[in-house]
């Protein structure tokens, strides 16, 4: 479910669940954090994100591990192992980058994005809560009223909007992105992993107050989440309590 091909200094690595949008299980995370560790090892200067078919990531898959209390840690940590990775790290978003999907890209360093492209973050739709990291890296990359659109009113982002905000550094295709990574890759290494440890240091890692870590944890065991997943096997709009 994940393919990884080296050209070079560059490593592209692609999301193959095709049938599932990409959609992201315990299977996908493994494999995924696998494969970074084995492009850094195999001593890649640049790696490149990708999802395979018309989809970048359709985010957590919804018929598999999502609801799990675990799943979320899993998800968070490879986010982190993606965005430590001592080398750039590009996210082609070659199509929807939803949820689980957009922070993978925002993990990345630099964005290129298909036209036609979007990304968004609908957890308000199924009951669930986002980690401070994501909410802050967000606001730290498109603003924080474009931020407070996408979380609270699950507005998508499209790719024209995301470059001028500066979330999209290029639009363009996975092409267009191998051939910067292949740039980049020439540039000193040691000066890349500088820049990156300083742009990443932005605070959306520092650590949550408990009441915020609460509330967080207060949604992922609500029923609204039981009901948001009743609803979807049902196929009906959920009904939200707030408890």
Request: a negative charge; one cysteine or more; charged letters at 25%.
């Amino acid at each position: 479910m994940i393919v990884s091909t080296t050209d070079g200094y560059v490593t592209t690595i692609e999301l193959a669940r095709e049938a599932k949008r990409n959609a992201l299980d315990y299977d996908m995370l493994r494999d995924l954090s696998q494969a970074f560790t084995d492009a850094v090892e195999s001593g890649a200067r640049a790696i490149v994100l990708t999802g395979r078919g018309s989809v970048f990531s359709a985010g957590a898959d919804l018929s598999g591990p999502v609801y799990d209390p675990e799943f979320p840690e899993k998800l968070v940590a490879v986010i982190a192992q993606i965005e430590s990775t001592p080398v750039p790290v590009i996210a082609a978003v070659n199509g929807p980058a939803l949820g689980g999907g957009l922070q993978l890209a925002m993990a990345a360093d630099l964005r290129v994005m298909a036209p036609g492209s979007i990304a968004g973050i609908p957890a308000a739709k199924i009951g669930v809560a986002l980690d401070e990291w994501t909410i802050k890296r967000l606001v730290s990359l498109v603003g924080g009223g474009q931020a407070r659109g996408m979380l609270l009113g699950c507005d998508p982002l499209t790719a024209d909007r995301a470059y001028s905000l500066g979330f999209a550094n290029r639009i363009g295709d996975l092409e267009d992105a191998k051939h910067w990574a292949d740039t980049i890759a020439g540039f000193a290494p040691l000066t890349l992993r500088h820049y990156k440890m300083v742009l990443t240091g932005d605070g959306a890692r520092d650590e949550a107050p408990a009441d915020r870590h609460e509330a967080m944890l207060a949604a992922w065991m609500s029923e609204d989440v039981k009901e948001a997943r009743a609803a979807r096997e049902e196929k009906r709009a959920p009904n939200f309590q707030g408890r």
